[in-house]
């Protein structure tokens, strides 16, 4: 049977115009950054209606900005921008409705550009995603030409589907541009604090944007530790710029010996004279182990939590304080608490707590609820994860924990054989024997003599490589007793000064021993609390 005349025709130009609306809305577009994909639909959309030229100008503020262009590339050199309900495009974007212009020479078109170029006529559609105008895309001839009613309707169908390629094209890039920069901005790693578990959670908004959340924790001398969790209000690469300077400044104003009152007004300080200056609310605490004190600031931030050994949780009402930011003469105050051996203590952003249509108090009462449940750090999050983050949170969620073991009467530890582990080994032991009742003088003598023996182990035990040394510590009433053994060979002491860590050990210590075990050496130590040496 024969073809009638002109089907092939038509249902060749059908074919080509079905084939340009899926290259329109080909996936792999939405991978490309957001410039690339809008020059790529304008080949596309010229492909599909056979015109001189095409633009797209999407929403910034209250304008349209120029983004791509081809054929009137003017616009986007120039950096074109339309007041929303002015002119041909801005007029498109406030009705959200196609526009056509016949003749460009009697319309009111506030783009000069336009009639420079030669353009008579002119058609434009809203690009809309998910009732949310993103911009306009319009089509221009340099002949008078009436564009249909079917050519409007198709011009506004892969508008329709340029502007979800865009949107999805965004999302993808804040995701991206979250996944690898918003991880970076918070600490690489938590430290291994002796005698202490850290845990803690990031978990950003839905869509992957970038957020102001943080948290950070990392150790201060004498053995305290510094934990700290904050809110830079708003999202994005300004917001998250914004915070990693905050965290910088507090470390550096912490680690500078500032009290934790000071630190706190040294980074408002910080913020309002170098920058940058953005509204960001703060719980900033010092743990000090071995005097069993909680020392908190607060600016503008929810309460930390406190879980008592028995597993009693309670918010931490520290002097109030604004938030950073909000005046540049802000003074802070800061409370302290006791904080026993056991003890686990909270700090989070207002993501974790908040719901839609309910007061603030019922999303505390349920975090204070779900605390006292759980065991230890690492528990304790993976809980409030599980509980109380929804899969896609609307805000942002920052939050870490600290638990402060409790030291039993006996004390076994592993280090590696370096001098780093020399810090953390005075902190323990510190910690043990006040908790045995010693003094300040008994304190000190002890550690200095353990110094010098795992001090031994590292320098003299060892030929290059890795290697450790372990402590062992055990009480007897009011006798202490220590041992300090590793896995080597002491060489003899190089050096004029050198040799005098075994006399020492020997004038702080009631009793001292040294013996070859066979596979290494193991200091044996004694002093009796309470009586004089």
Partial sequence: MATPAGAGVGGSREAKTL????RITDAALSYLPEQELLEALLDR?????EVDNVAILLVDGDTLLARAAKGIEEEVEQGVRIPIGRGF????????????????DH?????????ERGIRSLLGVPLVA???????????????????????????????????????????????????????????ELPELAGMEVAARYLPAAGGRLGGDWYDVFPLGG????????????????????????????RAYAADGRAPADAVERVNYFMWHVGPLMMTTVAYLVIDPAREILTVVNAGHPPPLAIDPAGVARFVEAPPGVALGATSSATYTAGEEPFPAGSTILLYTDGLV????????????????????ARGAAELCATLADRLVADAPRDDVAFIAVRVGALGEHLRRSWPANTESLAEVRQLLRRWLRARGADDDE???????????????????????????????????ALVRLAVRDHGRWRPARGEHRGRGVPLMRELMDEVEIHDTGDGTEVRMQRALGAAT
Avoid: K
């Fill in 130 to 188: 998910e009732g949310t105008v993103l911009g306009v895309l319009h089509v221009g001839s340099l002949t008078l030409r009436t564009f249909t009613d079917d050519e409007r309707d198709l011009l506004q169908t892969a508008a329709d589907r340029a502007a979800l390629a865009i949107e999805r094209a965004r999302l993808y890039e804040q995701w991206l541009v979250a996944e690898v920069l918003q991880p970076r901005l918070l600490p690489p």
């Fill in 19 to 22: 084939a340009s609306l899926q």
């Fill in 443 to 477: 304190i000190f003598d002890i550690t200095v003599a353990c110094q010098e023996a795992c001090t031994n182990a590292i320098e003299h035990a060892y030929a290059p490589g890795p290697a450790g040394f372990e402590l062992d510590a055990s009480s007897d009433g």
């Fill in 107 to 115: 319309a009111d078109i506030l783009n000069p550009i336009l009639r």
């Fill in 89 to 104: 495009a801005g007029r498109i974007a406030a009705e959200r409705r196609p526009v056509f212009i016949p003749d460009v």
């Fill in 354 to 373: 908040e719901r839609r249509g309910e007061p603030l108090d019922v999303g505390l009462e349920e975090l204070r609820r779900l605390a006292g449940s």
């Fill in 223 to 250: 053995g305290r530790v510094a934990v700290a969790v904050g809110d830079v209000v708003g999202h994005g690469l300004e917001s998250a710029a914004g915070m990693a300077q905050l965290r910088t400044a507090l």
């Fill in 45 to 49: 959309v010229a492909e599909l209606l």
